[in-house]
């Protein structure tokens, strides 16, 4: 019996890794579907989902073979017994030493018994199942946080708006090599801090170490002069707002997706953020203004609509320190100047940190930091860059013409 269990058992800890695969194949294939079909992957696709689901249906049949095994032999059991009860008993009642009262009792009594048996079958048949299930909930159960909270609070800090990384060095949990090495930075209230350098050269993952979406390896990033690992994370998210290179929008209208930066905005407040974000323009457009419809991930927006959002959102929280990653790259050269010149006038001591693909977006910042390979490799404003930092020099002359710098 125990053997036939752990048998089973494994089975069904197989099956469910193959019912997952079959779930991520059929999520996949929903949320790629244009793609698929722009690039004409539609047999494919199915063929693929069809090798999982052939897959998962062998296991399923081998798992179902050895638990079936188990019912004929209770079945057995129970007739053998069955009929050895009475067969016995009949051979007592015309012997004399038994009644038919007593037979009949006690074939009741037996058929009880093996119903028992019977249930009990039934539970180990569905333990290794619910053994798997239960294993895979205390998974994600157990998890622990990595990211902790601290106790600092917000009002005893030193200072206000300010970023400072002081040699971080940083990988992403399970990566061999480190993403960042030895990044010192600092931005004050008032400025601009632009990262400008090559994709997949770290700048994303600078900024997210900012709201503490990671911990640094080495090295402390500090806010406002304090680690932040001391803060309680919602009071150090609470300072941020950061406006990601992936942007999400919930399914809602505009007003309850700008909402999400503060909850009870009103009319005037989300005026204020679409302003400033040059968003308003488009907003207006729309049939019901700010109470327009907005599909599950925004996708009823264009990719720049989206982005404004995104922007928008962020500035309803009037954070003190802006983070922005590649926000501005949807846009149009003049909106993006718009935007900035905005964001300028409206942001006061607060900082802005911000990663960008064009040289002419960060011309006026205060401190651009050039990035490669998750280093950096120049550090210091347009002009002074332009002297200094080769990698960066070249980035300006392709894009602005060399005869421009
Ligand atoms: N969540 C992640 N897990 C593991 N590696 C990642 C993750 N995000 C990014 N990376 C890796 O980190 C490197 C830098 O990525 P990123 O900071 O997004 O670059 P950039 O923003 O400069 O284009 C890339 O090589 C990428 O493969
Ligand atoms: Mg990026």
Redesign the pocket.
């Known amino acids: 019996m125990w053997h036939c269990h752990s048998v089973s058992s494994r089975y069904s800890v197989k099956l469910r890794k193959k019912l997952d695969r079959l779930n991520q194949l059929f999520l996949e294939s929903l949320e790629g579907v244009r793609v698929i079909r722009a690039f004409n992957k539609q047999q494919a696709e199915s063929r693929r989902f069809g090798e999982a689901n052939a897959d998962y249906a062998a296991t399923a049949m081998l798992s179902g073979r050895i638990t079936s095994l188990l019912l004929p032999l209770i079945n057995v059991i129970f007739g053998v017994t069955t009929a050895a009860v009475l067969g016995l008993g009949a051979h007592y009642v015309e012997t004399g030493a038994m009644e038919v009262g007593s037979l009949v009792a006690n074939s009741q009594y037996i058929s009880m018994v093996l119903m028992s048996v019977m249930m009990l079958a039934l539970v180990i048949m569905m333990f290794p199942t619910a053994y798997a299930c239960a294993g895979r909930i205390a998974e994600v159960l157990e998890t622990e946080a990595t990211i902790r909270d601290g106790s600092f609070s917000l009002s005893e800090r030193p200072l206000r708006s300010t970023v400072e990384f002081r040699h971080v060095t940083f990988a ?4 061999q090599e480190p ?2 090495k030895d990044i010192s930075f600092e931005a004050h209230p008032g400025e601009i801090t632009a990262i400008i ?12 170490l900012i709201p503490r979406l990671y911990d640094p390896l080495f090295g402390e990033v500090l806010i406002d002069g304090v680690n932040a690992k001391e803060y309680a994370v919602d009071d150090l998210r609470s300072l941020i707002g950061y406006v990601p ?1 992936k942007n999400v929008l919930f399914s809602g209208d505009i007003a309850s997706n700008l909402n999400f930066g503060k909850e009870d905005g009103a009319q005037q407040d989300w005026q204020a953020a679409a302003k400033i974000a040059c968003a308003e323009e488009f907003i207006l457009k729309k049939e019901n203004g700010y109470h327009d419809r907005v599909a599950q991930g925004g996708t009823n927006l264009s990719g720049g609509q989206r982005q404004r959002m995104a922007i928008a959102r962020a500035i309803m929280k009037q954070p003190e320190i802006y983070v922005f ?2 926000s501005f790259s949807a846009l149009d050269m003049k909106t993006d100047q718009t935007l900035r010149k905005n964001l300028k006038a409206a942001m006061g001591d607060a900082t802005i940190i911000l ?1 960008a693909q064009r040289v002419s977006t960060i011309l006026d910042a205060d401190r651009i930091l050039v ?1 490669d390979d ?1 280093m950096i490799v120049g550090q210091g404003t347009h002009q002074e860059l332009l002297k200094s930092c080769p990698l960066y020099r070249e980035i300006a002359e392709i894009q602005l013409g060399k005869e421009c710098v």
């Open positions: 992403y949990p399970g990566a993403i960042l350098g090559g994709t997949g050269r770290g700048k994303s993952s600078i900024l997210k290179q990653d590649d990663v990035v998750g």
